[in-house]
């Protein structure tokens, strides 16, 4: 049984070659409004073995800020050892997304939390066990692994033209037969 | 001239056969079809959006009440594939503590 990503039919067509290869811009002339741009995005280049063994995953986690800010290299260093370290896997990108942001909601007495986000390639057996490190560890309060079939948008550094804001913006609102919906659909009913 | 068949109202009661504001869409057994284009109501759809991103709370929190209820299909306008791929981030933003599950 080889090592190779079986991929979804769908996905079959954008997957044969590097997932985070850009299609070649428009020049800027010929460019329409809702036809997506791109920018250029620094990634470690990924030896040929893996493109076909391994997918492309993303990991949001979730620490108390007071100690992210004292140890932030130690904690990126430990996700990054699990992944490359013990798993084998490659880091492509990695983030604090956000410093100290007030949570929604009280999560073991914490109010504000720091956000990490990384990118990384590895094969799709070791994520459970990934998945199982990150809930042992203490210091990682809330994780979630997230699997790509295509490389999304943080990696080809495409930004997506919001052709939503281009329409007038549509709030379908109560519509007037409806009698057996709630009632607190909308922002201004309260 | 004689109807073949009965038409109900379908649902949308005090409107009549010619249906209203839903003309033009050929809903169950009211008027037919008026030729007249319909513009994408799922905002999704119009991006072209492959991936909801459940970080991208500019889009996300929009799908929420103000109570941070999930709004329906009908009341977001979002196509079927969208309103799912909606749901599941919105529910991974919650986890995630960057959405409440209530208020």
Known sequence: MTDEIQHSPKANAVVTKDATAVPAATPEAERKPWEPVYVKVDLPPVPPEMLKTTRIYEVFLLFDPTEATKSWDKLVEFVKGLVEGRHGGLVLKTDNWADSRKLAYEIKGLRRGTYMLMYFRAKPAIINTLDAELRLDDRVVRHMIVMHEKAPDQLTGRVRQRAAEDFEEEDFGRRRDDDWGDDDYGYDDD | ?103
């Open chain 2, 1 to 103: 001239m004689a109807e073949e068949f009965e038409r109900d109202s379908g649902g949308f009661r005090g409107r009549g056969r010619r249906g209203g504001d839903y003309g033009g869409g050929g809903f169950n057994g009211l008027a037919p079809d008026r030729g007249r284009k319909k513009a994408q109501r799922c905002r999704f759809c119009r991006e072209q959006s492959e991936y909801i991103d459940f970080k991208d709370l500019q889009a996300v929190t929009k799908q929420c009440t103000a109570q941070g209820k999930l709004f329906s299909r009908k009341r977001s306008g979002n196509c079927a594939r969208h309103q799912r791929m909606v749901n599941g981030a919105v529910k991974r933003a919650r986890y995630m503590a960057l959405m409440p599950f209530v208020g």
